[in-house]
């Protein structure tokens, strides 16, 4: 005889166990109505909330409608302050909500932020919050007053719960010092320090240790700022500092630094006098240019020996990885490896690995062309070789090649692409796409037929509307495709083929340069229309379609 189990059967033990593992908006979405049973247990359980870009307005409008009677419960929250059809979410929630008893906090932002006076005021309150969270996301900049005022509130206000912050957005930190401090109980200690050339060194992070003195774990991301427009490099005197006035952090345990900017062994040593009982330390070091004695320090692990020996004597695990980018003369890698034997020999388990890549002017004058194509070629094939070694090339599923303006380049994007067999995300100029001796390439066709996700460089390349047709026979599984073209009369043409030929197709993005002054009729009824005449009526879903058009591009998603 078989017997069957109800929902209703199960305990509220089960059921508080299963809403552990869900987030706010499902839960509601799937418990919100059923019973005075289930009600009275969302009543009082911890909440966690999650809102992600490619949420929709309706969404949070649902979830909010909840939260109206649930805000209380809810310890947890991520969102992103742009999702689909709607931006200033973070803003919206907190003039609805008051989050009382949220514990962790993070905001990912998309765009420019103008609007978090009100939620700042909240995050002041918040007396049980731990962990605080702030990213900006695709290198756009946060509003200058909203930095201050996240540092201010962070850095500034009596938060005693505070454990661990991030702060992933740029800036300097110049002006901390004139701050007054209470951040005194913070233990984890996440931040991107970046700035002008002249403002930014390795030195900025002194001034954060002399704010956060029960600091266990900290990590650094110091970053130039690369300049918009091409300037000229002028080299900046290193500031003076006080090697007498240091200011000791004997709660560090674990230091990760990451930075492009120029250091040497002797600023580094000076940072670390600073963490007496350091276990733990993460380097990694990229730049485009090194002095040739900063070099050679970095690479000498008998001054890493010595150096860890006088300052960091507790050291037990350290980590680094550098990349330097130099010509002439060249490294000796044997030396490198021999000066590092005393880290391999305290710990077996210590990997080293010591790699050189070189950078050969392959493009000769035109006399030299036919005496150096064959060399081209062997130069790509080496290349690839050499990539292969270090990454599983079939395990490539995304490649984005860089515009250098050379009318033989495809031959080189061919041989990498025919080394990926896998890949289905393409980002690449759109010069290229139009290039008959790359779109129509016997060698590359059955590798353009599984592309999914195919995007260009923004660059003012055009893509004409004539080739649209050509594009969709070449790649027919599109699922996401973003291009450029010149005004959005082209447009109009181009999206009737994409909607008409790409059945897969989810999102789609223009760009264009000149707006029309006509008014087309690119709704999101006409969307619709187009794509169930195109296949049939259960090819889309039409409260998931969005379409969004400004001066500068049109944008419809599809699901």
């Given at each position: 005889?078989?017997t069957?189990?109800?929902l ?5 033990e ?6 552990d593992?869900?987030?706010?908006l499902?839960?509601f979405?799937?418990f919100g ?14 909440l966690?909330?999650?809102i992600?870009?490619?949420h929709?307005?309706k969404?949070?409008n ?8 649930h ?31 949220l514990?962790?906090c993070i905001?990912?932002?998309d765009?420019p932020s ?7 005021k ?9 962990t ?6 695709n290198?756009k900049?946060?509003s200058?007053k909203?930095e ?7 850095f500034?206000n009596?938060l005693s719960?505070?454990?661990s ?6 800036y ?8 007054t401090?209470?951040?005194?109980n ?8 970046s700035?002008?050339?002249?403002t930014?060194s390795i030195y900025?992070i ?13 990590h650094a991301i110091?970053?130039?700022?690369i300049p918009?427009k091409?300037?000229?490099?002028v080299r900046?005197?290193e ?8 200011v000791i952090?004997?709660?560090i345990?674990s230091f ?6 120029e250091?040497?062994?002797h ?9 007496p009982?350091l276990?733990?330390?993460?380097f990694?070091?990229?730049t ?11 690479i000498n ?5 010595n ?9 037990s695990?350290?980590d ?12 000796d890698?044997d ?5 590092f ?9 210590w990997?080293l ?5 070189e950078?050969y ?8 062309q036919?005496?150096v ?8 094939q080496?290349?690839?070789?050499c ?7 079939s ?7 860089q515009?250098?303006?050379d009318?033989?380049?495809w031959?080189?994007?061919q ?8 890949v289905?995300?393409l980002?690449i100029?759109s ?23 195919l995007?260009?460089i ?6 004409p509307?004539?080739?649209l047709?050509?594009l ?9 495709i973003e291009?450029?073209?010149?005004s959005?009369?082209?447009?109009i ?5 994409l ?8 999102y789609?993005?223009?760009y264009?340069?000149q ?6 009729p690119?709704?999101r009824?006409?969307?619709i229309?187009?794509?169930r005449?195109?296949f049939?009526?259960n ?8 379409v969004?058009?400004n001066?500068e591009?049109?944008e419809?998603?599809?699901s």
């Amino acid at each position: 005889m078989n017997t069957y189990t109800c929902l209703e059967d199960l305990s509220n033990e089960i059921f508080f166990e299963i809403f552990d593992y869900l987030y706010a908006l499902d839960i509601f979405t799937a418990f919100g109505s059923l019973n005075k049973r289930i009600s009275s247990i969302l009543q009082s359980i911890p909440l966690h909330v999650i809102i992600l870009n490619n949420h929709y307005d309706k969404e949070i409008n649902l979830l909010s409608s909840y939260l109206t009677f649930h805000a209380d419960q809810v310890i947890s929250l991520k969102c992103y302050d742009t999702i689909r059809d709607r931006s200033s979410i973070i803003s919206l929630l907190f003039n609805r909500h008051h989050f009382i008893n949220l514990q962790s906090c993070i905001f990912i932002f998309d765009k420019p932020s103008n609007e978090l006076e009100n939620v700042l005021k909240q995050i002041e309150n918040l007396h049980r919050l731990v962990t605080f969270y702030v990213t900006q996301s695709n290198y756009k900049k946060i509003s200058e007053k909203d930095e201050c005022d996240i540092i201010r509130t962070i850095f500034m206000n009596k938060l005693s719960s505070l454990r661990s912050v991030t702060l992933h957005y740029d800036y300097n930190y110049s002006n901390i010092s004139t701050y007054t401090l209470n951040a005194s109980n913070l233990i984890s200690l996440d931040l991107l320090i970046s700035g002008k050339v002249n403002t930014i060194s390795i030195y900025s992070i002194l001034p954060i240790l002399r704010v956060c003195h029960r600091i266990r774990y900290l990590h650094a991301i110091i970053n130039e700022e690369i300049p918009s427009k091409r300037t000229f490099r002028v080299r900046v005197q290193e500031p003076f500092i006080n090697e007498n006035d240091l200011v000791i952090s004997p709660q560090i345990k674990s230091f990760h630094l990451s930075t492009t900017v120029e250091c040497n062994i002797h600023s580094i040593g000076l940072i670390l006098r600073c963490m007496p009982n350091l276990i733990h330390f993460k380097f990694y070091h990229g730049t485009r240019k090194v002095q040739w004695q900063n070099a050679q320090d970095l690479i000498n692990g008998h001054k890493w020996q010595n150096m860890f020996e006088i300052h960091v004597p507790f050291l037990s695990k350290f980590d680094f990885h550098m990349s330097i980018m130099k010509y002439n003369p060249k490294f000796d890698l044997d030396m490198i490896i021999n000066s590092f034997e005393y880290f391999v020999k305290k710990n077996p388990e210590w990997q080293l690995i010591v790699d050189r890549w070189e950078n050969y002017d392959i493009y000769p004058e035109d006399s030299f062309q036919s005496n150096v194509q064959s060399n081209e070629n062997d130069y790509t094939q080496e290349c690839i070789s050499c990539l292969s070694k270090m990454v599983y090339l079939s395990n490539v599923y995304q490649i984005e090649f860089q515009t250098f303006d050379d009318p033989i380049e495809w031959k080189y994007i061919q041989c990498v692409l025919q080394a990926c067999p896998n890949v289905v995300n393409l980002k690449i100029s759109s010069s290229y796409w139009i290039l008959s001796e790359f779109i129509d390439n016997k060698f590359l066709i059955s590798i353009f037929k599984q592309i999914k996700i195919l995007k260009s460089i923004k660059e003012n390349r055009y893509i004409p509307s004539n080739f649209l047709l050509k594009l969709v026979e070449r790649f027919p599984s599109i699922t996401n495709i973003e291009f450029e073209m010149f005004s959005f009369d082209d447009c109009i043409s181009t999206i009737d083929i994409l909607l008409n030929y790409l059945k897969d197709l989810w999102y789609l993005k223009i760009y264009y340069y000149q707006d029309s002054l006509l008014d087309y009729p690119v709704s999101r009824n006409y969307v619709i229309d187009k794509r169930r005449e195109a296949f049939n009526f259960n090819i889309i879903n039409e409260y998931k379609v969005t379409v969004t058009k400004n001066r500068e591009f049109v944008e419809i998603r599809l699901s």
